[in-house]
């Protein structure tokens, strides 16, 4: 269907306003409508609704009268009348231009509009009669320090205090209360002046009834006089035109009818004088038959850099020629306002010459005065140059106005002992006082951004910082007597970009063969480099030479030449300072991860706390007081654990408080810390190897590693059930260790405020125990905590004291110590060698559960309650969890060194007793019959002699699911449901291909083994790219809080990265990372499973006390996870059977 647009058209019906009001804004002219809307009217040939289609760019094709022109200025000095505001909320800016554009064409004495709205506020449109100036040109240049001030432009005013807003627009006020944000150049969103092209404002009938002003009158002689006075006619011939030169400027329309060009010529210059620092020159132009236009203009003289008196290497340059041009004459004021600085340079390159004076009609020091009070009057001079010049000739003073320094060369500060540069000058005179260079005081803010732009002296050759070696602030010493060095200084006035002064520097010192060393340094005004020779100092042994660079002063940033060999340069030994205690000894050492090189400081074999020897054994560590310098550069021995027999193992000892710290050389100020407590046997048999290397973490996620050792078994965890051997060594050691951190790994370059706890397997069981003490909490030992494996809900995490005493006297029965004292029965355990202690508690956890293992007691004191009552509250202090399970992992793969130290010793019996015992501790601590039958059958532990790897396999998922992976499952849930930081969970399936290694998926991708030397070969391509995304998941994390991103203080994910999920526990399941192959996004990790031993045992165990008539007594375990459950958070148990 053709349909005929005939016009945009506007009336009572087609713009209606509502809610008119007078009195508007504070303004008793103005009108004010709620509401506005505009129509489009059609003719349509039938009933059907026709489609209209408004051309794009034809938005005011109206039928009308005038032609308007937007002029780019947005204020006039006078001119407006019948404003009429309207809300932001009922019209839009468009709508509110079409109505200004119809009601301007249909008034015959309209000869434009000002369209203006504030931020977010009312839309003014104002119509315009006979303006006599327009000006706030959006080309304009304007001082944002007098933003505030200025009423004029763009016309608006804040009162901060008062929250009131004052717009002046052609030459009415509007007043509002409002909080507007930004600065007063800014206040307004819109604001702009349109003007009738053909405009009879000059020729009008008075009889028409129009705004009519005076009539212009004639320049009196005063006038002509001030003029004359402050201004001078410039020679048009000697002005230069370059149509590629940008000048800033102000620019003003001054109307014919009201101005005649002796006026237009008096108001230009007054409002030059208006501007003392910007306006220089004023050009006045006839541009229209309306119209005359002023145009202001800053200094546009440009000068070249010869040295000379004469001011004929300088020129003024416009962007067009002009017609009528004034000059501003100069007025020096009486005194020298500022304090002139003279440079130690004889040599200035680069160099932005304003102006040159001569000054040989002059004595010298009236010369010197006036050469001061020139810079002073100029904005733009960042100094100048008194020199003699032209010696060969007779000598000429002059004065050079400077706008830049440039690079400054040849300095005296040596004395001319050793310089790079050519410093000779027999023309120029700068040396003898007062000739030479002085800096004008460098104020706090910039130069005028009028003043022209300067450029640094381009480099004869690129400077690529492949050639220079970046050298680290520590490997200098700073000695004031030396005496061969070359100083220079670079203007920033010429650059604020530091790379570009940096580059100038370099390229000065590589085109000299002396120069070996550039050493930068950022001062206000200025970037100073010294250039040094071989200023190097070594120190010899048969071992190593270890060198240092002797340098003046210091320095920001340190460069020296590549592949020289006249500097044999070796990197010094890393070092730190421990307050009260002295120097720690490390070492580097340069690792890759992926296509990356990365530089990383080890500090191994740090104690933490004093050897548990002796007396020790079996109590709280203690502080060791050592001074003096402490050798790092070696792990030391690891704790002794069950199944590490002494003939095997000669890094494995009693004195085993130790910690290792990674520490990045790129390491950002302030990083974030990760302290992992791990008892590793992948090192035995191999001292002084580490265990497990922090160093590809730390570099990937830009943070420190500490990795530490703990005491486990009986040595932590020895109990008598009493105060006399409380228990809980090995968490006091955990806690021992996170102090020192707090203490003293700001010298490292860490944070204590964002340290993250992580731990694996039984160490996990362990260290999440930390998150229920208020110690731990009260102490702020961690914001942060990754569980690997492992977790306080797990049935064997806590024994009781009724347990532990009997442990403890089934050890000392089996070494031969006395039980009926405890007294009697500690002092023998002290007394026997740490490998027969190992031994005896090996020989029992091989033939019996879980159960039995020494862990931590509810002491009393560190521990004071169970782990289920203490979950019931709400934590003490925030803490982000993230925590997992690997399918590899199990009860019997960790008893793996027990079996093996069992056959060593012949009792090959005790591998029967050992697996009863596992089936056994499925019925819980008190080995519930019931509850056994039952996971036999749902696991399927019905087995033949002949069939024993069947029965391992099931026996391990079934012990997996009940100790390790249903309670982190249930850890994550309650943590998730009562506390207040972040959970996420992760789950590694099962692999083959790595099972020779002690450490299991999980900490392997979380510590870059795939990327060790010592397992080349053995790790794929895409587990490769699995364990670069892990680490740096886990490095977010220990920043953040949130595996997905970088900062606390950002939420921006990288685009390629699938987001780890929170784990949000959810009837549907909850949410989980898998890492495997593009390392998907699960949920619901084990539901059925842990479903059984949450509903059907519990439910099965309810039975059993209703058939005993007695009410339910949960049981310790109970009231943990993975046998049922915190009974708050748990659903009802369902029904009585269950299917596998």
Not at 105 to 117: M, V, Y
Not at 771 to 792: Q, W
Not at 1004 to 1028: D, I, R
Not at 1089 to 1118: G, H, N, Q, T, V
């Amino acid at each position: 269907m053709l349909v005929e647009l005939n016009q945009r058209s506007w009336d009572d019906n087609a713009a209606p306003f509502h809610f008119q009001d007078q009195d508007t804004l504070g303004n008793s002219k103005a009108t004010g409508f709620v509401s506005l809307w505009c129509q489009v009217k059609v003719r349509a040939r039938d009933q059907d609704p026709p489609a209209v289609y408004l051309k794009k760019g034809q938005e005011f094709a109206t039928t009308s009268q005038k032609m308007f022109e937007q002029t780019g200025f947005q204020n006039t000095l006078s001119g407006m009348y019948n404003p009429v505001v309207f809300s932001a909320t009922g019209a839009d800016l468009k709508e509110v231009h079409l109505f200004c554009f119809l009601a301007c064409d249909r008034d015959s004495c309209c000869d434009g509009f000002i369209l203006a709205q504030l931020q977010g506020g009312p839309i003014i449109c104002g119509l315009l009669s006979s303006p006599d100036v327009l000006l706030c040109n959006v080309e304009d240049w304007r001082d944002p320090s007098k933003a505030q001030a200025n009423a004029t432009c763009p016309g608006v005013t804040y009162d901060k205090g008062s929250g009131q807003v004052t717009w002046r627009l052609g030459g009415q006020e509007f007043k509002s209360l409002t909080a507007l944000e930004g600065t007063p150049d800014t206040f307004a969103s819109f604001q702009q002046v349109y003007l009738w092209t053909d405009s009879d404002m000059g020729s009008r009938s008075e009889s028409m009834g129009c705004r009519r002003d005076v009539e212009p009158k004639p320049v009196s002689p005063a006038e002509t006089d001030l003029t004359t006075e402050f201004f001078s006619p410039v020679d048009l011939t000697q002005v230069m035109v370059s149509e590629n030169r940008s000048l800033p400027s102000q620019q003003h329309w001054l109307f014919k009818h009201l101005f005649s060009p002796p006026q237009a010529n008096l108001w230009c210059l007054s409002r030059c004088i208006q501007e003392p620092s910007f306006c220089q020159l004023a050009e006045i132009r006839d541009s229209s038959p309306l119209y005359l236009t002023c145009t202001l203009y800053p200094e546009a003289q440009l000068c070249d850099d010869v040295l000379e008196s004469s001011p004929r290497g300088c020129r003024l340059t416009l962007p067009h020629r002009p017609t009528a041009l004034f000059r501003r004459k100069v007025v020096l004021k009486e005194k020298v306002e500022n304090f002139y600085t003279r440079l130690p340079f004889q040599k200035l390159m680069g160099i932005s010459i304003r102006s040159k004076i001569p000054m040989s009609d002059k004595s010298i020091s009236s010369g010197f005065f006036e050469c001061e009070r020139q810079c002073d009057v100029d904005p733009c001079c960042t100094g100048f140059g008194f020199l003699n010049v032209s010696q060969l000739k007779g000598g000429e003073v002059t004065c050079l106005i400077l706008n830049s320094l440039g690079l400054q060369t040849c300095s005296e500060e040596n004395g001319g002992a050793w310089n790079i540069l050519d410093c000779g000058s027999a023309d120029t005179e700068v040396s003898t006082y007062p000739f030479g260079w002085y800096q004008k005081p460098v104020a706090g803010n910039d130069a005028p951004s009028f003043c022209p732009s300067v450029v640094l002296p381009s480099l004869t050759e690129k400077v690529t910082l492949d050639s220079w070696q970046s050298l680290a602030l520590s490997s200098v010493i700073v000695d004031p007597s030396i005496r061969t060095f070359a100083v220079a200084h670079v203007s920033t006035a010429a650059t604020s970009d530091f790379p570009a002064a940096r580059d100038l520097c370099l390229s000065e010192c590589s085109r000299h063969q002396a120069c070996l060393v550039t050493a930068l340094q950022t001062r206000p005004g200025t970037v100073r480099c010294v250039f040094y020779p071989d200023t190097q100092i070594c120190t010899h042994s048969l071992q190593a030479q270890n060198c240092q660079l002797l340098l003046r002063e210091e320095a920001t940033r340190i460069y020296r030449k590549l592949n020289n060999p006249l500097l044999s340069f070796g990197t010094s030994a890393p070092s730190v300072t421990i307050p009260t205690h002295g120097r720690l000894l490390g070492r580097s050492q340069a690792i890759q991860v992926g296509t990356s090189w990365k530089q990383v400081d080890q500090f191994l074999g740090v104690p933490y706390a004093a050897p548990p020897l002796a007396e020790s054994r079996f109590g709280a560590p203690e502080r060791l007081n050592w001074t003096g310098s402490w050798d790092a550069t070696k792990p030391r021995a690891s704790c002794w654990q069950p199944g590490i027999s002494m003939p095997t193992s000669p890094g494995v000892s009693e004195d085993c408080l130790y910690l290792n710290v990674f520490v990045p050389q790129s390491v950002a100020p302030n990083a974030s810390v990760l302290v992992f407590f791990h008892n590793s046997r992948e090192a035995r048999g191999r001292e002084g190897r580490l265990a497990l290397d922090g160093s590809y973490l730390a570099a990937l996620g830009n943070l420190i590693v500490v990795t530490a050792g703990y005491r486990v078994g009986v040595f932590g965890f020895l109990s008598s059930g009493t105060s006399e051997v409380s228990g809980n060594w090995g968490l006091l050691d955990q806690v021992a260790a996170l102090t020192w951190v707090q203490t003293y790994i700001g010298v490292f370059g860490g944070d204590p405020r964002r340290v993250a706890l992580a731990a694996d397997r039984g160490g996990a069981d362990v260290a999440s125990i930390h998150l229920l003490t208020s110690r731990a909490a009260d102490s702020r030992l961690f914001r942060r905590a990754v569980l690997m494996g492992g977790s306080v809900l797990a049935p064997a995490a806590v024994i009781s004291q009724d347990r532990a005493q009997l442990q403890a006297a089934a050890l000392a029965e089996e070494v031969g110590c006395p039980t009926s004292s405890i007294q009697d029965m500690v002092s023998c355990l002290r007394q026997k060698p740490a490998n027969i202690l190992n031994d005896a508690q090996t020989k029992l956890l091989a033939v019996s559960g879980p159960f039995h293992y020494w862990g931590p007691v509810v002491d009393g004191q560190y521990l004071r309650e169970t782990p289920a009552r203490a979950l019931q509250r709400s934590p003490r202090a925030r803490v982000d969890l993230l925590l997992g399970s690997s399918q590899d992992d199990g009860l019997i793969s960790r008893a793996k060194a027990v079996k093996q130290f069992e056959e060593s010793q012949g009792r090959t019996s005790s591998k029967t007793a050992f697996y009863q015992a596992l089936q056994n501790s499925l019925g819980g601590e008190d080995a519930d019959t019931d509850v056994q039958a039952a996971a036999t059958w749902y696991y399927s532990l019905e087995h033949s002699a002949d069939d024993y790897a069947s029965f391992s396999r099931a026996l391990e998922n079934a012990t997996r699911d009940y100790f390790i992976t249903c309670p982190v499952i249930d850890m994550a849930r309650h943590w998730a449901r009562r506390a207040q930081g972040n959970v996420y969970m992760y789950h590694a399936p099962e692999s083959y291909s790595h099972g020779s290694l002690e450490l299991l998926t999980d900490v392997q991708y979380f510590f870059g083994l795939p990327f060790h030397p010592a397992y080349e070969g053995q790790f794929t391509l895409e587990e490769k790219s699995v364990s670069l995304k892990v680490m740096q998941d886990l490095s977010n994390f220990i920043r953040s809080g949130n595996p997905n991103y970088p900062h606390e203080f950002s939420r921006k994910v990288p685009e390629f990265a699938v987001p780890w999920p929170d784990f949000v526990p959810g009837a549907s399941g909850e949410n989980y990372k898998e890492f495997s192959v593009l390392l998907p996004n699960r949920q619901g990790l084990k539901k059925s499973d842990c479903s059984f031993w949450s509903k059907y045992i519990r439910s099965l165990k309810a039975s059993a006390d209703e058939a005993k008539d007695e009410p339910p007594a949960p049981s310790e375990e109970e009231d943990g996870a993975a046998g049922s459950g915190l009974r708050e958070d748990l659903p009802d148990p369902g029904p009585k059977s269950y299917s596998k």
